[in-house]
């Protein structure tokens, strides 16, 4: 415990506990893939998260507008906690194939809209994991692993240390009623030959990974336990809920559309137009915190006999003019979490609004438009403006504790935990 005690005071002075830079895993290659799902088994809204030793497999599943039958296979890649690459041989973290072709497919029916619906589960009999860690999935057309069609990232966890963590509001008056601080202790106990300076706690809000954040150092030890509880690392600006679109029936408008001209083989859905809710008091209700339900009101195989539509989004910016000094993204699952040019809004000068068309498949979607500085594209997004900050808001984060043992190459992940931020109300 001495020991433990005097590495934990050198890495306090040495300053080591920052955000660290992310990669991104989740990428589309492919404009003719839609509705990219990576989940548990019957849990669209829970996060990649597999068990290394049993636990429900993760469901993946995605829609090809190509027209045929495609044959998409997909690997996997053991990545380091920051989701670059490591040099490791496919054989020493898979069991098992690590080229599998999706065998599971069908085509629409009763759509206007034809697709083809692939999924397939992991792990399963062909491919199974062999180490925890982070995984990137990708599916790429037939044998040629180069031509990639999508990534998505998963993580694998091996239950060694016990996680627990809560929301709290921050102690500094300028942010308690703007953000949520996220306090963790981690129990290493079972931990074989643990040490203290290659641990890494990462904590991930509502599946945004490009704003995760990052602690290699604890800062109280007490035993066994490592404590997580700074006032100025672990801070999270906290949103407001979602907005949302119903997009289950393409014959009777929700209360977020204006339009729907069906006029068309695709139906061009137009929303009303949204406007920044920053001055906007605080409503809590039930959001879907950036996820989406494929589901409808009008057949029972949501998989292959839901439609898909133009959805038109707009979006009224201060005195109908451009941010210059910003661009505006669609963030959620919609845009794949990814913010690019495919989820950038665009200026119309003559109507003074921002817009934007999207290809979606009927369901429940939420969303919420986010702002990323021109100068500065590698910063954090930002919806101060565009959404509002409220301590009330309920976001759901995922916290994880990666290690690197001695003598490896990989950052295991060994203890995990969802929490919500209204779990404690």
Same mark, same amino acid.
């Given at each position: 415990?001495?020991?433990?005690?005097?590495?934990?005071?050198?890495f306090?002075?040495?300053?080591?506990?920052?955000?660290?830079?992310?990669?991104?895993?989740? @990428?589309?290659?492919?404009?003719q893939?839609?509705?990219?799902?990576? +989940?548990?088994?019957?849990?669209?809204q829970?996060?990649?998260?597999?068990?290394?030793?049993?636990?429900?497999?993760?469901?993946?599943?995605?829609?090809?507008?190509?027209?045929n039958?495609?044959?998409?296979?997909?690997?996997?890649?053991?990545? *380091?906690?920051?989701?670059?690459?490591?040099?490791m041989?496919?054989?020493?973290?898979?069991?098992?194939?690590n080229?599998?072709?999706?065998?599971?497919?069908?085509?629409?029916?009763?759509?206007?809209?034809?697709?083809?619906?692939?999924?397939?589960?992991?792990?399963?009999?062909?491919?199974?994991?062999?180490?925890?860690?982070n995984?990137?999935?990708?599916?790429f057309k037939?044998?040629?692993?180069?031509t990639?069609?999508?990534?998505?990232?998963?993580?694998?966890?091996?239950?060694?240390?016990?996680?627990?963590?809560?929301?709290?509001?921050?102690?500094?008056?300028? &942010?308690?009623?703007? +953000? @949520?601080?996220?306090?963790?202790?981690?129990?290493?106990? *079972?931990?074989?030959?643990?040490q203290?300076?290659?641990?890494?706690?990462?904590v991930? @809000?509502?599946?945004? $990974?490009?704003?995760? !954040?990052?602690?290699?150092?604890?800062?109280?030890?007490?035993?066994?336990?490592?404590? %997580?509880?700074?006032?100025?690392?672990?801070?999270?600006?906290?949103?407001?809920? %979602?907005?949302?679109?119903?997009?289950?029936?393409?014959?009777?408008?929700? *209360?977020?559309?204006?339009?729907?001209?069906? !006029? @068309?083989?695709?139906?061009?859905?137009?929303?009303?137009?949204?406007?920044?809710?920053?001055n906007?008091? $605080?409503?809590?209700?039930k959001? &879907?915190?950036?996820?989406?339900?494929?589901?409808?009101?009008?057949?029972?195989?949501?998989?292959?006999?839901?439609?898909?539509?133009?959805?038109?989004?707009?979006y009224?910016?201060?005195?109908? !003019?451009?941010?210059?000094?910003?661009?505006?993204?669609?963030?959620?699952?919609?845009?794949?979490?990814?913010?690019d040019?495919?989820?950038?809004?665009?200026?119309?000068?003559?109507?003074?609004?921002?817009?934007?068309?999207?290809?979606? !498949?009927?369901?429940?979607y939420?969303?919420?438009?986010?702002?990323?500085?021109?100068?500065?594209?590698?910063?954090?997004?930002?919806?101060?403006?565009?959404?509002?900050?409220?301590?009330?808001?309920?976001?759901?984060?995922?916290?994880?504790?990666?290690?690197?043992?001695?003598?490896?190459?990989n950052?295991?992940?060994?203890?995990?935990?969802?929490?919500?931020?209204?779990?404690n109300?």
């Amino acid at each position: 415990m001495q020991r433990l005690l005097l590495i934990f005071t050198i890495f306090l002075k040495l300053g080591v506990s920052i955000v660290n830079a992310q990669a991104l895993p989740n @990428q589309l290659f492919n404009r003719q893939i839609h509705t990219i799902m990576v +989940h548990p088994l019957g849990n669209p809204q829970e996060p990649p998260v597999v068990l290394l030793n049993g636990g429900p497999p993760l469901q993946i599943s995605f829609d090809d507008f190509s027209g045929n039958f495609e044959d998409y296979q997909y690997s996997l890649e053991l990545v *380091d906690s920051a989701w670059n690459p490591i040099e490791m041989n496919p054989f020493d973290y898979i069991s098992g194939f690590n080229q599998n072709k999706i065998n599971q497919y069908a085509a629409s029916s009763m759509v206007a809209n034809s697709y083809i619906h692939y999924e397939f589960s992991f792990p399963n009999s062909n491919c199974k994991p062999r180490l925890s860690g982070n995984y990137i999935l990708k599916v790429f057309k037939g044998t040629d692993t180069g031509t990639l069609v999508f990534t998505r990232g998963i993580y694998v966890v091996e239950s060694l240390a016990g996680v627990a963590a809560s929301v709290e509001a921050p102690f500094d008056g300028d &942010l308690a009623k703007t +953000h @949520q601080r996220i306090k963790a202790s981690v129990d290493i106990r *079972d931990v074989p030959y643990f040490q203290q300076d290659r641990i890494r706690l990462k904590v991930i @809000q509502n599946n945004r $990974y490009q704003d995760a !954040k990052t602690m290699s150092v604890p800062n109280f030890i007490r035993g066994t336990i490592l404590e %997580y509880n700074n006032e100025n690392d672990l801070i999270f600006p906290a949103g407001k809920e %979602y907005r949302w679109l119903d997009l289950q029936s393409l014959r009777l408008k929700s *209360d977020r559309i204006a339009t729907i001209d069906s !006029k @068309q083989n695709t139906s061009i859905v137009y929303l009303k137009t949204d406007i920044s809710r920053s001055n906007l008091l $605080y409503d809590y209700y039930k959001d &879907l915190n950036g996820c989406i339900l494929i589901t409808n009101t009008e057949s029972l195989q949501s998989e292959t006999q839901n439609d898909y539509a133009q959805v038109v989004f707009s979006y009224l910016p201060p005195d109908r !003019k451009a941010l210059l000094d910003k661009h505006l993204y669609l963030s959620g699952a919609l845009t794949n979490n990814i913010l690019d040019n495919a989820a950038e809004m665009l200026f119309d000068a003559q109507k003074g609004l921002y817009t934007k068309t999207l290809l979606l !498949k009927q369901g429940y979607y939420s969303y919420q438009y986010v702002l990323v500085d021109r100068m500065e594209p590698n910063s954090l997004a930002d919806y101060t403006d565009t959404e509002g900050n409220h301590w009330e808001t309920e976001n759901r984060y995922i916290i994880l504790v990666y290690y690197r043992a001695p003598g490896t190459r990989n950052d295991q992940i060994i203890g995990f935990t969802n929490i919500n931020s209204r779990q404690n109300w």
